[in-house]
């Protein structure tokens, strides 16, 4: 008697779930509201969860069906389609009597919400929708069902994958779905039970919260089939009936929070029907087929929260999913609370325990009285997966990478060190924290992912405790940490490594930890973010460890203000960097035994130094003697040493002294190659600096090929595609093919590629980074050569003036930015002008790098042409004259430089009334590919103009 009482109450709850839901499921704030507080939450959540064992009393009905229809016409709904307070009492008065009506009060029909009229609607992913009515056909039994969410939505990819687990013909066993707290599983079992209630005979629902509710549910089916009621927890009657009653041939069991295996296995029966478990626990993986369930994504959080809410903006549920994990549990809270988004996520981090007590959601339980059950169970049989719990609580949110762990274990300092050194008892812990449903583990890495949520009761709970367990947890992670530091920032193997320690060191204020090991990290982490092209990342820890440390010159903080030198000079603040670097050459050479390798290591940038300053000569002297000294220091298989000679060579290529540059640069090529990987970034760069010698040297068509065997290279490796040197390798290889000799609509082509890199390298670099001013010179060099783009090209000139003055004021690279731009703007009115402008250039640049110099040989080109077209054809000749000296005596005569030289010479003085070489147009087409429109040019008569083109400091 007492289990048809218990059918008749459960039953009777599930029409009033079902009243709810079609008035759109009003929170119970909310009905609490409407009721003038005659209903209670507490009351309505007990009741409508099924946890009465008896009707509920008239005096709660009556006014929860006036709450429910009133709500309803809150929302525009039809509350007449809900069934009046007088059908509810005729149904009510039914169930009082022991007989529950199959149709639901009012006017829709069947109890199990089903509108027979409407057929249910499929999606274009083939899935039906959640907000349709179940399908027409129903099982002939089908109970005890809870409701089904209106407001279900996405999980199609895990219907679909629960239908073909349970339709598998060779599964064996059981499917569970097993999945953290909170995260759907019941609410999948169910939206799988009423979208597939037509492909069974029998659909039954067994809650395991505890072995009672799960023997009572089985012995409710029992009854219902017509069998006695088990006089012990053994339930062979009823399998042999599932077994050979044709009826119910098509059975689907659903075992619903089920804890372990062994608890429930006398319950499943041995047979081929469809056996589904929801559980927190993974040791269900040994009992059949193991789907674990992850949170929403971001796209069905925010889909979630504009179904139950519309008054959601996108940015807002954008900032709650993103601040509970995407957590549906979490997100139906936060809705119920009624709390403003960014309340209830400061809320949230600061005391969630707190928040979860003050609104239960629509759950059987308050989720902190939940929270704490789990946490209680854990600690019930010894405290080694909370104290694992506790310590990974304090990690970041990133998968925490197990080597961490196990590295660490030699820590005596960790309060958790005896634990983490004992394998097997790290194992345990670990395996208590997955049957919690606590703790998943990647498979592919075995890194541990402890949820956002959890991670926030957890540090709450050990906060409460007081301030010395949050702050040895910290420090428990800040030493963990350290521990899995491979102690090789340069080194592109590593960076994996510490882009999993970068978030958790973040997270867990390594910055304001004191110790040795720990600041080291901190160093090192610097290190490798200016390596992986992100010096703006590296100034912001490095400038929040320096706040802590103080200004003291102690080593660590040496060490620091070191890479901070690197940071700033790859941003672009060059000034600020050789400041730096100058103060802590100076605090170094106070204890040179210390510091050998360190001071080697800063003198031998006074040749970057010496190039930002426009002092190339001195640059080049400098750097010689740097390649020199490491040499002999280090040897010549060293990566310091291959820095030293990159700077050399940058030295060489600026001075146009190619054939040794090409040297050096080959000889460093096969040292890099011999010390590292093929693939390595520096073999790499390398191979791209002998690339760009040989283009220097005008050898454009092995320059080109070179560029293009890096590039293939570079883009299967580890680099970022805005890496600083992938943005620098870019418009080397756009330069090269410039050169080479590109047709118009290549040219054009060629342009919206460099007008992209322009793009990436003010977006990573910033506008007046001397990279950002190269993109930009670079692209406007190459609309010059296109007909009708000149005026554009010189408004992008004058924005690489503007930056060059104001980063690089006077320099050498400056001055030639507005003799190239003076070049490009000037129109036949204005050639006077140009001449004006290009002369001062040129005499400012032969008094600082003298007249043999590129550059000046570049500028007085660039001047002679000026003359002729404004018709100082016997002055332009001279210089002419000049200039092909110079190049000649630099390049040698075949030199693309040199030709061009020859061929306005040429052209000028055929206009002066020379005969020019009868070899020069056979020459100049050897020298250049097929077609070039130099030769062209030449050939038509017309003047060849120099680009220029900025290397790297």
Request: net charge negative; charged share 25%; with cysteine.
């Amino acid at each position: 008697m007492e289990s048809d009482q218990l059918s008749v109450a459960q039953r009777f709850a599930h029409d009033m779930n079902e009243l709810r839901q079609r008035a759109g499921r009003p929170s119970y704030s909310t009905l609490e509201r409407l009721s003038r507080h005659k209903l209670k939450r507490a009351t309505m959540s007990d009741v409508l969860n099924g946890n009465r064992v008896n009707l509920p009393d008239w005096r709660f009905v009556a006014p929860f069906v006036a709450a429910c229809r009133a709500a309803a016409e809150e929302s525009g709904l039809d509350a007449n389609e809900l069934g009046t307070t007088a059908d509810w009492k005729r149904h009510w008065d039914g169930a009082s009597s022991g007989v529950i009506d199959a149709r639901f009060p009012g006017h829709l029909g069947p109890s199990l919400g089903r509108d027979t009229s409407v057929p249910e609607p499929d999606l274009e992913d083939g899935s039906r929708d959640a907000g349709a009515p179940p399908p027409a056909t129903e099982p002939s039994l089908w109970g005890p069902l809870p409701p089904r969410l209106p407001d279900f939505v996405g999980r199609h990819v895990w219907l679909a994958t629960l239908r073909l687990a349970l339709a598998r013909p060779e599964r064996a066993g059981v499917v569970a779905i097993q999945g953290l707290f909170g995260v759907g599983k019941t609410q999948l079992a169910l939206e799988y039970a009423y979208r597939h209630a037509q492909d069974y005979d029998l659909v039954w629902w067994i809650p395991c919260d505890d072995a009672e509710s799960a023997h009572g549910a089985m012995a409710e089916l029992a009854s219902r089939l017509g069998l006695a009621t088990p006089e012990t927890d053994t339930y062979a009657e009823l399998f042999e009936l599932l077994r050979r009653d044709g009826r119910y041939g098509r059975w689907l069991l659903i075992f619903d929070n089920a804890t372990e295996p062994e608890d429930i296995r006398d319950l499943i029966p041995p047979l081929s029907g469809h056996v589904l478990v929801t559980t927190r626990s993974i040791r269900w993986e040994a009992s059949g087929d193991l789907l674990e369930l992850d949170v929403f994504d971001t796209e069905e959080s925010i889909a979630f929260l504009r179904r139950r809410m519309r008054r959601f903006s996108a940015s807002a549920a954008h900032r709650l999913a993103e601040g509970v994990g995407n957590l549906p549990l979490l997100l139906e809270h936060a809705v119920e609370s009624g709390i403003a988004t960014d309340s209830y996520l400061a809320r949230l981090n600061r005391d969630p325990l707190g928040l979860l007590d003050d609104q239960p959601a629509d759950y059987h339980a308050t989720v902190a009285g939940e929270w704490r059950s789990i946490l209680d169970r854990l600690c019930a049989d010894g405290t080694d997966a909370f104290d694992l719990l506790r310590c990974l609580a304090f990690f970041g949110g990133e998968p925490v990478p197990r080597e961490s762990l196990e590295r660490g274990s030699h820590r005596t300092e960790v309060s958790v060190h005896q634990l983490l050194h004992d394998p097997l008892r790290r194992i345990r812990a670990i395996s208590k924290l997955r049957r919690a449903g606590l703790l998943r583990v990647a498979a592919d890495t075995g890194s541990l992912e402890l949820h956002r949520v959890t991670r926030c009761v957890v540090r709450a709970m050990v906060t409460a405790a007081g301030p010395d367990g949050e702050e040895r947890a910290r420090h428990d992670v800040h030493l963990l940490l350290a521990a899995a530091d491979p102690l090789d920032p340069g080194d592109p193997a590593t960076w994996r490594v510490y882009e999993d320690l970068r978030g958790h060191a973040a997270a867990s204020g390594v910055c304001a930890c004191s110790h040795e090991m720990v600041r080291k990290l901190v160093i090192n982490l610097v290190h490798f973010l200016n390596a992986v092209g992100d010096p703006r990342s590296a100034l912001s820890l490095a400038d929040e460890a320096l706040a802590g440390w103080g200004d003291d010159y102690g080593d660590t903080t040496l060490a620091l203000r070191l890479a901070v030198a690197d940071a700033l000079f790859a941003r672009g603040r060059r000034a600020d960097a050789f400041t730096l670097r100058h103060d802590v050459l100076t605090a170094m050479r106070a204890d040179p035994a210390r510091w050998t390798a360190q001071i080697m290591h800063l003198e031998a940038l006074d040749g970057p130094r010496l190039r930002v300053l426009g002092r190339f000569r001195e640059a080049l002297a400098a750097d010689r003697r740097s390649v020199l000294a490491h040499r002999q220091e280090f040897g010549r298989d060293d990566p310091r040493t291959f820095a030293a000679i990159d700077g050399l060579v940058a030295d060489l290529l600026i001075g146009g002294l190619t054939t040794e540059a090409i040297g050096t640069a080959s000889d460093a090529y096969s040292d890099c190659l011999a010390f590292y990987d093929s693939t390595h970034p520096a073999v790499l760069a390398s191979r791209n600096l002998l690339g760009r010698c040989r283009w220097r040297a005008g050898q454009y068509a092995e320059a080109v090929g070179t560029f293009t065997e890096v590039r293939t290279a570079a883009d299967t490796g580890i680099l970022d595609q805005d890496h600083p040197w992938r943005l620098c390798q870019d418009i080397d290889y756009a330069v090269a093919r410039r050169d080479w000799g590109l047709g118009p609509e290549q040219l054009l082509a060629l342009a919206d590629e460099v007008q992209e890199v322009r793009r990436r390298c003010w977006r990573t670099l910033g506008a007046e980074h001397p990279q950002t001013l190269a993109a930009i010179v670079a692209l406007g060099s190459i609309l010059w050569r296109v007909g009708g783009q000149a005026r554009q090209a010189a408004r992008l000139l004058q924005d690489a003036e503007r930056g060059y003055q104001a980063a690089l004021p006077e320099h050498p690279y400056s001055l030639m930015c507005t003799s190239f731009l003076a070049s490009v703007s000037a129109h036949a009115e204005h050639q006077r002008r140009a001449v004006l402008v290009i002369e001062e250039v040129s005499g400012k640049l032969a008094d600082l790098l003298g007249f043999t110099h590129p550059l000046s040989l570049a500028a007085m080109a660039g001047l002679t042409n000026a003359l002729a077209r404004a018709g100082e054809h016997d002055v332009a000749f001279k210089h002419g004259q000049e200039v092909l000296a110079g190049f000649g005596a630099l390049f040698g005569a075949n030199h693309p430089h040199t030709l061009a030289a020859e061929a306005n010479a040429v052209t000028i003085g055929s206009w002066l009334g020379y005969a020019p070489p009868a070899d020069l147009h056979a020459r100049y087409m050897n020298a250049l590919h097929p077609g070039h429109t130099d030769a062209i040019a030449f050939s038509q008569g017309n003047l060849i103009d120099l680009d220029f083109t900025p290397l790297p400091l």
